[in-house]
Structure formats: structure tokens, C-alpha cells
């Protein structure tokens, strides 16, 4: 849930989150956008189970995803530490069923 | 890699103790630089929104007013070069006769940094709980669920429990009510009496840092008003849910258990130093406090063992962000006089009522470090349970390994315990809890590997 009780966010943008255009607010992190989307799987572990990100500060690496660059080449990130950009394009490493 | 000129000063970490050490230093005429992962300056403790976002009342709770006004203070130094998003991926000490080298993956690329006097003040983190089922989606660090509410605004559940050792918790869980969120229950794992015994017997006594404390007190009042229950004495057992969290299963002291419905959980258990940088420099550590934690030694000047490298604090020991401060501002001070810019008389002068401060502030980190004490309530973790998050190592393998590996670098070379890209962060206390349990844990660790962060590979060769 996202709060307004401190914060006032500008304008909406909109990402591309596993093909699908996903809104957010300038300045957040690329976890929030995704998290607030209810997308929330990183990965599916050897056991096959879903897994989540966990310490929101650059720490555990639980949230990787890849940036693709407009040249297609993938740049893995911790999304936690990602401010979203405009059309900026995203895969998660869940797939896109999580 | 582009190199630049080298800095006088450069500091690993824009928290309260780098923030600190940059207001002392500047307006010396020295090239001072600070590297942060973080896009702003605050640390973890004051992570500040979005410079996009307009914020009102933002982190209004008394106790974090100084270190407002000591952010307003670094935020304002015109000759404080600020190096956000930007990670430090290893330190190569005395790469030059009298210049240390810093390998830096920055927005633009990596690159190389020298400078003439290195600051590690990189924090610390919160310390990894294995428990079943806390690999789900919706299962945080307690600190990681504070800094979306603190940092975006965002609550990341709609019905939140935090459960652990840590009075943190009090705080955050009203930081949670206070953006609007829902939390269920905020349990602590040891008996009520264990939290509020110590400080009470302390009460008389007038603490120095207990602001803290005071802070922890009028949110548990707060909870209280708004009908948020604080328990005692249940130790989580499981958390429960197959694609997201939906529960949090507890055992009672008599050993039945109780199924909390939720869809978040904080874990708050301690917390550890960032100590990566400190050890692939080859500083010296010792262990320190109830967790004996990784921690970097230093001279009264806060000067590590390799000349030239200082450090400051939670990196030098967990003690709360007013002795980061004061370990920020005696390593600003150390600095000064090693570049020859202040003389001896004038930096014992200007030190010395700053270590009577400190003191008093090392004595209530102790008594918060025996209050938040989680030895005794450490989950029952069972074979299955993951240990090591990055490779899917369970607590099973790691068991079995143990019956013929005697180090953790043993471990890991046999399990690939440790060997993902948090670079052991999330397990390395687990296993060496496990290896020699909570009071002897003395394996010297996993020797950590560069780059400490991850970092896309074609950073590095392009």
C-alpha cells in the first residue's frame, strides 16, 4: 500500500515489468514499483518455491532482475536499488507468472 | 577503467558516522569524497525519500532530531563531493606508497579511486534469521520493511507481524500505523521481564543515549492506544504460505503453538556490522558484543592496523547511530592530525570530551545489546530449512558437510554455502552459529572474494 500520509509523489510514469507496462512514481525504487504491483516473486528456488526479497538495502541480493538496455544487452540489478526511470524495461528472473 | 585524481579523504558510507567524519574535515581545503550505494545521504537509519517526493513531517519522532540537523549540516558542505548509487566493490590497501586504492561500480561504469586517507563506515545490517519458510515472498528484515516505509512511503502488507529480540521494533511498527498500515501483533521472543528489567535497574542512573530507550517507551505506548498487541515469551516456529506469506506460526512456552494470519512478516533479531571491506583489506577484527560480530579494531584515533585506513561506526561494533556520531567525528578528528592539519595538543583537546561521551554511549549500547540478546531464541531449524539463500544450501547439507569440514571456508567449498553474490552475508553467522554455537563462534569466517557487491561482469572489462 502506498501512503500519502508523508509523502506527496509527482506524476505517474509507467515501466515494462515481464511485458507488461507496470506504473509508478518517479524517484522510487524499482522494489516498491514491484512489490506495490503485487509482483513480488524474484526468483523460484531449487526447491521450487517462490522467493521474495528480503533486506530492501543492497545487502542479500534477493532482488535481482535484469535491466534490458535499448541495445538488448541484460544488466542484472538488486531492484531495491534501482530508481525507475520512464520507459525503462525490466524481466524478472521468477518469469512472468509469479 | 577511467581513474581520477587521487582524494585526501574519501569515506565508504553517508550515514551518521561518514557524515560525521565530512563535517569535521571539511572546510580544510582537502578533496573529500563520499561513496554511498544509497542515491541520498542518511544511512540506513535516516534513509530519505526521493528527491522527487515532497515531504512533510517526515520522520518526526524526537530522537532522530540531531541527526536531522547533522544531515541538514553534510547535506549543505560545499566541499563534500557526494558519490551516490554507487558501490564499493573491493579496497586495495597502500596501492600506492601512501595511497590505497578503491575499485567503485558507479551509474556510469566502474572505475578506480585512490585516496590518501580512507574512511570505512559502512554500517551494519540486519542480522539473517533461517526459519522455516523464510525464503516466501512478504518475509522482510524488519529494517528492510522500515526503510519502504520510511524511504517510499510504501507498507508492504496489508497485516503485519514483527516478531524478534530487537526494541526496534516498537519503532517501526508505529512507523507502519503512522503511514496508515495495519500490525498485527509486535512479538518479542524473551520474557517481559527480560526487556524491561535492565533498564530499569539502569533507570536511576540518568543514561546517556537513552533517547533511544525514550523513543521505544512512547511508541509502545502509542501500539498500545491504537490496540496493536505487544507479546512476550513466543518464538517463531514457521512461516507459513505456498506462493506469499500467510502466516506466522508461534510456539508458547508450554509448546503448543498459535497460527498468526498475516501477510508480512518483520524479523528483528540484532543486527551485524557491513564488515566485507574492513576484511578483504586484511584489517585486523575482533569479535565483539553478545552476537561476537565482526568487527574492525582501531586506535584512539579510530585508525585501523594499516596505516592510512581509519574506520568508524557500526563498523567498528554495533552501538547505535549517537556513538556513530561521535566514532564519525573522533575519525574526522584522527584524520585531520594524520594529514598534519591540526597538531597533537589541539586534537587530544578537541577529543577528549568526546570520548567521555562516547563512553557513556558504549555503556547503554551494552545494556541494549543484553536486552536484545537473542541467544535462547533462536528458531528450532529442521534439515530442510534453507541455510544459504543464494545457492539453496539447507540446513541438512551444511550438517552433513560439518561432519568433515572443520572451517566455513571448508563448508563452503563442499556446499557453495556462501558462495552467491551476497558474499556470505546472509549465512556466514548461521553457519558459524552452527559450527560452534552462539558463545565460541572463532572460525575466522569466509575470506571474502572481490567484488564485494555485484557487479555486471562487462563493468568490469569494458
Redesign the interface.
Given at each position: 500500500?502506498?501512503?500519502?500520509?508523508?509523502?506527496?509523489?509527482?506524476g505517474e510514469v509507467a515501466i515494462t515489468v515481464d511485458g507488461r507496462l507496470v506504473h509508478g512514481?518517479?524517484?522510487?525504487?524499482l522494489?516498491?514499483l514491484l512489490?506495490?504491483a503485487g509482483l513480488?516473486?524474484?526468483r523460484i528456488?531449487?526447491?521450487g518455491?517462490?522467493?521474495?526479497?528480503?533486506?530492501?538495502?543492497?545487502?542479500?541480493?534477493?532482488c535481482?532482475v535484469d535491466l534490458v538496455l535499448e541495445d538488448g544487452?541484460r544488466?542484472?540489478m538488486?531492484a531495491?536499488?534501482v530508481?525507475i526511470g520512464d520507459a525503462m524495461v525490466v524481466e524478472r528472473r521468477a518469469g512472468s507468472d509469479g | 577503467m577511467a581513474e581520477c585524481a587521487p582524494y585526501d579523504v574519501l569515506i565508504v558510507g553517508g550515514g551518521p558516522a561518514g557524515q560525521a567524519a565530512a563535517l569535521r574535515l571539511h572546510g580544510a581545503g582537502l578533496k573529500i569524497g563520499v561513496v554511498d550505494?544509497?542515491?541520498r545521504p542518511g544511512g540506513?537509519i535516516l534513509?530519505q525519500?526521493?528527491?522527487?517526493?515532497?515531504?512533510?513531517?517526515?520522520m518526526e519522532e524526537r530522537s532522530y532530531r540531531p541527526l536531522k540537523r547533522q544531515l541538514g549540516r553534510f547535506e549543505a558542505a560545499p566541499d563534500v563531493e557526494w558519490l551516490g548509487?554507487s558501490?564499493v566493490l573491493g579496497i586495495e590497501p597502500g596501492s600506492a606508497p601512501g595511497v590505497h586504492g578503491l575499485t567503485v561500480a558507479t551509474p556510469e561504469g566502474a572505475t578506480g579511486i585512490r585516496t590518501r586517507r580512507l574512511l570505512v563506515a559502512t554500517g551494519c545490517?540486519?542480522m539473517?534469521l533461517p526459519l522455516a519458510g523464510w525464503?516466501?515472498?512478504?518475509?522482510?528484515?524488519t529494517?528492510?520493511?522500515q526503510?519502504?516505509?520510511k524511504?517510499?512511503?510504501?507498507?508492504?502488507g496489508?497485516r503485519i507481524v514483527l516478531v524478534g529480540t530487537h526494541p526496534l521494533q516498537l519503532l517501526v511498527a508505529r512507523q507502519v500505523l503512522?503511514?496508515?498500515?495495519r500490525v498485527e501483533r509486535v512479538v518479542f521472543v524473551q520474557p517481559r521481564s527480560a526487556l524491561l528489567r535492565p533498564f530499569l535497574r539502569r533507570a536511576g542512573g540518568g543514561l546517556v543515549g537513552g533517547n533511544a530507550l525514550l523513543a521505544a517507551a512512547r511508541a509502545w505506548r502509542d501500539l498500545g492506544a491504537a490496540g496493536t498487541k505487544v507479546a512476550f515469551g513466543l518464538k517463531p516456529v514457521r512461516v507459513a504460505g505456498?506462493?506469499?506469506v500467510s502466516g506466522l506460526v508461534l510456539a508458547r512456552s508450554d509448546g503448543t503453538e498459535e497460527h498468526l494470519e498475516c501477510d508480512a512478516v518483520g524479523l528483528c533479531f540484532g543486527f551485524l556490522p557491513?564488515s566485507d571491506l574492513p576484511r578483504m583489506a586484511g584489517l585486523a577484527m575482533e569479535r565483539q558484543g553478545r552476537l561476537r560480530a565482526f568487527s574492525a579494531r582501531h586506535d584512539e584515533w579510530m585508525e585501523s592496523d594499516v596505516a592510512g585506513i581509519f574506520v568508524a561506526g557500526e563498523t567498528t561494533g554495533v552501538a547505535g547511530a549517537d556513538a556513530a556520531c561521535v566514532k564519525g567525528a573522533l575519525a574526522g578528528l584522527g584524520m585531520l592530525h594524520s594529514l598534519g592539519r591540526i597538531s597533537e595538543p589541539s586534537a587530544r583537546k578537541e577529543a577528549a570530551p568526546l570520548r567521555r561521551r562516547l563512553a557513556r554511549l558504549l555503556a547503554f549500547a551494552d545494556l541494549l545489546d543484553r536486552v536484545a540478546d537473542p541467544s535462547g531464541c533462536y528458531p528450532e531449524v529442521d534439515d530442510?530449512t534453507?541455510l544459504c539463500?543464494?545457492e539453496?544450501v539447507t540446513y541438512g547439507s551444511v550438517r552433513a558437510a560439518l561432519g568433515t569440514c572443520g572451517s566455513a571456508n571448508a563448508v563452503k567449498l563442499l556446499t557453495r554455502c556462501g558462495m552467491?553474490?551476497?558474499q556470505g552475508?546472509?549465512c556466514e553467522f548461521s553457519l558459524l552459529r552452527l559450527m560452534h554455537g552462539p558463545s565460541r563462534c572463532e572460525d575466522a569466517g569466509f575470506t571474502v572474494r572481490f567484488p564485494v557487491?555485484?557487479v555486471?561482469i562487462?563493468d568490469l572489462t569494458g
Open positions: 500500500m502506498r501512503s500519502s500520509r508523508h509523502f506527496r509523489r509527482p512514481f518517479p524517484g522510487e525504487s522494489a516498491t512489490l506495490a513480488d516473486v524474484f528456488g531449487a526447491e518455491k517462490p522467493r521474495g526479497l528480503y533486506c530492501n538495502m543492497g545487502s542479500c541480493s534477493e535481482m544487452r544488466r542484472p538488486r531495491c536499488l530508481t | 550505494e544509497q542515491p540506513q534513509r525519500p526521493p528527491a522527487t517526493f515532497v515531504a512533510a513531517d517526515w548509487g558501490s545490517y540486519d539473517p525464503t516466501l515472498p512478504g518475509l522482510f528484515t529494517g528492510g520493511l526503510a519502504f516505509v524511504s517510499q512511503g510504501f507498507v508492504p496489508q503512522q503511514a496508515g498500515g505456498e506462493q506469499h557491513q530442510q534453507i539463500r543464494c539453496d552467491g553474490p551476497c552475508r546472509n557487491r555485484p555486471p562487462g
